[in-house]
């Protein structure tokens, strides 16, 4: 098959199916509703199931009920439906179910706005829901690598029997590009009759397998998160993602950003380097886990001078390049979180005003 | 063999059809030909990508759009402004509405319905070939069928919009002709044009085509890519 034009969203929705994926329940909400009016239509084609929930709690239950059981499956959403989840999710991490969420972040806080947005990141990276948990999420630039990651996204919830999240500002929800879509993996075996409800006889073993999250042993609960830590410290060790962008100049400043805000300061980087301004950038392809190593090393270089962490968010990345780099450069920040993303000519600005 | 369009044109088709920049490109070529042109945007059910978003480079142009007020410019809820009515009532001499996606975005013909049956209008469905739902004879006249039941109204004729944005290449232009000829055939309708990306109209053998060309100077384009200047576009070609 040649390539076709999609919108982020429709590709989203393709791609689950693709990855073998035949149940989608969700709660329509702007600016990634097109993924159930997509899916509305496919899923029967392929005898999958689009289920609209009540609401998003009912929706994050919903996923939890099916995962629990053994399907695969998953959600999209966007920012406060994602809150309204997020309890859901921590029961899904907490009882080791491998699930996807989709969040096409819009403004916020509260209701905020319908246009793009990475104001979710803490709540996706650090957190949203209650419990020493942590989700895997990628957050992709382009329509294509939405594909890619929503593919990649359910093979490694059931690896880690964890929930993973795809990240996406709302621009990846709805601008159409040319996508392809990978090899099928529909008919790729999940592991579920090692932990799922799905019935002794079903397996033909006699084990009984049991998904909670309650542990009331105070030993018991401890054993059980660090059980996850060593997950997460797993993830930290084999799931980093990055791409490098003239990494190998003599880069005055080096941008980190995410998403499709990188693509505007790639087109800055470009810019600048035509007039002789060198600037490196890393785009964290998984945010979490961040990719620290690349950061702290890149931070080393002797002609950088400063990190700058643009992001449509206000400043919430940049505690996560601090981190990396420790102190050794000064870590600035410049963003817009209202609904208009930067443009190319407004990153060169910032970085010349800054270096 | 040029596109000699007047009165009230509609333009529907499937969601990402290219509608949008159908109506504005068309709204430019028809105003540098001197003819008055009038746009309304109609899209309730897209977030993003409107026709609003081009309204300075119309306005500039002498073209105006018709669009809701701006404090609900970005609201979650569909806004549809009386003024519409009212241009219908009193058309320009080329009145362009940009319906939204899919049956769901014809549904607000129907709603004005009791303005637009006074009028003669022509209603145009918008295919691209390149994207699902209308990469099939069949699907394009699946799609024709929701819109006509949705809209209560006849589609009048196609518009070939062959492309795959900056991947686009001539071969999916000469394909795409005659995939929407095909199509236009099936429907018992004219296929009124075809677009061509405006960078390639000197490229491409327009001998090859049975209908006039439009020529699309891209403008919906995401914040890291400048739109296309109009410049080229204003020539029809063989005209």
């Known amino acids: 098959m040649g390539k076709i034009l999609m919108k982020g969203n429709e590709a989203i929705g393709e791609a689950a199916i693709r990855a073998g994926c035949l149940n989608y329940f969700a709660y329509p909400i702007t600016p990634q509703s097109e993924v159930a009016e997509y899916l509305a239509r496919r899923m029967p084609e392929v005898n999958g199931v689009f289920l609209q929930g009540e609401s998003e709690v009912a929706v994050g239950y919903m996923i939890f009920g099916a995962s629990a059981c053994g399907e695969r499956v998953f959600t999209t959403s966007s920012s406060p439906g994602v809150s309204l989840m997020s309890e859901a999710i921590s029961y899904i991490a907490g009882a080791q179910c491998p699930a996807v969420f989709v969040n096409i972040i819009r403004g916020g806080p509260g209701l905020g706005g319908i246009l793009p947005s990475q104001a979710d990141y803490f709540q996706a990276t650090k957190g949203g829901g209650h419990g020493d948990y942590r989700l895997l999420v990628m957050a992709p630039a382009s329509v294509q690598e939405a594909v890619e990651m929503v593919m990649k996204a359910f093979p490694l919830a059931e690896k880690y029997r964890n929930p993973v999240m795809i990240l996406g500002d709302g621009l990846i929800g709805q601008m159409m590009e040319p996508v392809e879509f990978p090899e099928d993996l529909r008919t790729e075996p999940s592991n579920k009759d090692e932990w799922a409800t799905n019935g002794m006889s079903t397996r033909g073993d006699d084990k009984q397998n049991l998904v909670k999250s309650l542990y009331l042993d105070p030993t018991a609960l401890n054993d059980h998160n660090l059980l996850l830590k060593s997950k997460y410290d797993q993830m930290k060790k084999e799931e980093v993602l990055y791409e490098p962008v003239n990494m190998d100049t003599d880069y005055k400043a ?102 | 063999m040029g596109i000699h369009l007047t009165g009230i044109v509609i333009l529907v088709g499937n969601y990402g059809s290219g509608k949008t920049e159908v109506a504005i490109n068309l709204a430019v070529m028809s105003k540098k030909a001197g003819t008055d042109v009038r746009v309304a945007d109609l899209d309730l059910v897209n977030p993003y990508f409107r026709t609003r978003e081009s309204k300075g480079v119309l306005a500039d142009m002498g073209i105006e759009v018709v669009l809701p007020p701006d404090e609900y410019m970005h609201a979650d809820l569909p806004i549809l402004t009386p003024a519409i009515a009212g241009m219908i009532r009193q058309p320009a001499s080329l009145t362009l509405l940009d319906a939204g996606g899919d049956d769901v975005g014809a549904t607000v013909l129907a709603a004005l319905a009791n303005v637009l049956d006074l009028k003669e209008v022509q209603m145009l469905q918008v295919i691209n070939p390149f994207r699902p739902n209308t990469d099939t004879i069949e699907g394009c006249l699946r799609i024709r069928d929701e819109i006509e039941t949705a809209s209560k109204r006849k589609i009048t004729g196609i518009v070939g919009n062959a492309n795959l944005i900056n991947e686009t290449t001539s071969d999916i232009i000469y394909q795409g002709h005659d995939f929407v000829n095909q199509a236009a055939y099936a429907s018992g309708l004219d296929l009124e044009f075809i677009t061509v990306p405006a960078d390639f109209i000197e490229q491409i053998d327009m001998t090859y085509f049975s209908c006039p060309i439009l020529p699309v100077a891209r403008q919906l384009v995401p914040p890291w890519i400048e739109p296309k200047s109009f410049v080229n576009s204003t020539q029809q070609p063989g005209s």
């Open chain 1, 254 to 355: 080096l941008i980190v950003s995410y998403g499709t805000m990188s693509r505007v300061c790639k087109s800055a980087v470009a810019m600048l380097k035509e007039e002789g301004i060198e600037v490196g950038m890393i785009r964290p392809q998984t945010l979490f886990p961040f990719p620290e190593k690349a950061i702290a090393d890149a931070a080393e270089k002797s002609s950088c001078k400063i990190i700058l962490s643009i992001e449509m968010s206000m400043g919430q990345m940049v505690e996560d390049v601090e981190r990396c780099v420790k102190g050794k450069l000064p870590v600035s920040w410049y963003g817009k979180c209202g609904g208009d993303v930067p443009s190319p000519e407004e990153i060169m600005d910032v970085v010349k005003e800054r270096i």
